[in-house]
């Protein structure tokens, strides 16, 4: 175990697969108490379970992070359970919808039905507003420092097809420079991290199909999908004291599908 988040607790949502998963198990490896929040909550209970199966605290807490009173609840459930909460990793998220047409094409811009837009706004938008504001307030209401990783994409910077998941993306890393600069005289860091593709459940029929996979990894120089892992690490360096001087950046661990 670690000592890089020693005293430390995190509040990580997606936590039950993925990404997010992989965030909490890396932060509780590095001393980190961590609340896995999700959805899914069997899935975050199987990433609590792993933690303690390798001597770390966990606990696993229900959240849809389209509902704004909701995250308030799980940021009182974190608090309650740990003391605090000093770290906010926000990986909830879903990916773009496809049309059920045999040729698989996905939808534009001026097809996508507008209920479907909306909610890959409120979840990867809006869900991750209401999870940096809730543990923003809870910070400066207790005059505490504070690190918030959100989890965009290099989408925010490369337009995708149907435009909701880029929007949403691009949304998330305007609102981390905008919190950044509201946030830095209080010792609260707001980062975001941009991935390319990468191998978890959200991608998995991206990676069942032949042809998609070769038109995503077209996109990508280092011509391969990247590892929960290897974003997990850029979020432990943003979340750690190493990044102490950083706020309002977007780093992308995305196989050089975004440089610039």
Same mark, same amino acid.
């Given at each position: 175990?670690?000592?890089?988040?020693?005293?430390?607790?995190?509040?990580?949502?997606?936590?039950?697969?993925?990404?997010?998963?992989?965030?909490?198990?890396?932060?509780?490896? /590095?001393? !980190?108490?961590?609340?896995? *929040?999700?959805?899914?909550?069997?899935?975050? $209970? /199987?990433?609590?379970?792993?933690?303690?199966?390798?001597?770390? /605290?966990?606990?696993?807490?229900?959240?849809?992070?389209?509902?704004?009173?909701?995250?308030?609840?799980?940021?009182?459930?974190?608090?309650?359970?740990?003391?605090?909460?000093?770290?906010?990793?926000? $990986? @909830?998220?879903? *990916?773009? &919808?496809?049309?059920?047409?045999?040729?698989? +094409?996905?939808?534009?811009?001026?097809?996508?039905?507008?209920?479907?837009?909306?909610?890959?706004?409120?979840?990867?938008?809006?869900?991750?507003?209401?999870?940096?504001?809730?543990?923003?307030?809870?910070?400066? /209401? =207790?005059?505490?420092?504070?690190?918030?990783?959100?989890?965009?994409?290099? @989408?925010?910077?490369?337009?995708?097809?149907?435009?909701?998941?880029?929007?949403?993306? !691009?949304?998330?890393?305007?609102?981390?420079? @905008?919190?950044?600069?509201?946030? !830095?005289?209080?010792?609260?860091?707001?980062?975001?991290?941009?991935?390319?593709?990468?191998?978890?459940?959200?991608? &998995?029929?991206?990676?069942?199909?032949?042809?998609?996979?070769?038109?995503?990894?077209?996109?990508?120089?280092?011509?391969?999908?990247?590892?929960? +892992?290897?974003? &997990?690490?850029?979020?432990?360096?943003? $979340?750690?004291? @190493? &990044?102490?001087?950083?706020?309002?950046?977007?780093? =992308?661990?995305?196989?050089?599908?975004?440089?610039?």
């Amino acid at each position: 175990m670690g000592e890089t988040l020693r005293g430390r607790v995190a509040l990580i949502t997606g936590g039950g697969s993925g990404i997010g998963r992989a965030c909490a198990l890396l932060f509780a490896r /590095e001393g !980190a108490r961590v609340c896995a *929040a999700d959805l899914r909550l069997e899935g975050a $209970a /199987e990433t609590v379970r792993t933690i303690e199966a390798e001597g770390g /605290e966990a606990l696993a807490v229900p959240v849809d992070v389209s509902d704004a009173t909701g995250v308030d609840r799980m940021v009182g459930a974190c608090v309650e359970a740990f003391g605090g909460v000093d770290i906010l990793v926000a $990986a @909830a998220g879903i *990916a773009s &919808a496809r049309p059920p047409s045999p040729d698989n +094409e996905p939808y534009t811009t001026l097809t996508i039905p507008l209920d479907q837009f909306r909610r890959i706004m409120e979840i990867n938008f809006y869900g991750v507003l209401y999870c940096n504001r809730a543990v923003a307030r809870w910070l400066l /209401e =207790h005059g505490r420092s504070g690190s918030i990783v959100n989890i965009a994409s290099a @989408a925010a910077k490369v337009p995708l097809p149907g435009a909701a998941y880029s929007v949403s993306k !691009a949304g998330v890393w305007m609102l981390t420079k @905008a919190l950044a600069m509201e946030l !830095a005289t209080a010792g609260i860091r707001v980062n975001a991290i941009g991935p390319g593709w990468i191998d978890t459940p959200m991608t &998995a029929a991206l990676r069942d199909d032949e042809a998609r996979l070769r038109w995503a990894l077209s996109l990508t120089p280092m011509g391969r999908m990247g590892k929960p +892992e290897e974003v &997990a690490s850029v979020a432990l360096f943003l $979340a750690s004291d @190493a &990044a102490s001087y950083m706020t309002g950046e977007l780093l =992308h661990p995305s196989g050089g599908m975004f440089v610039g």
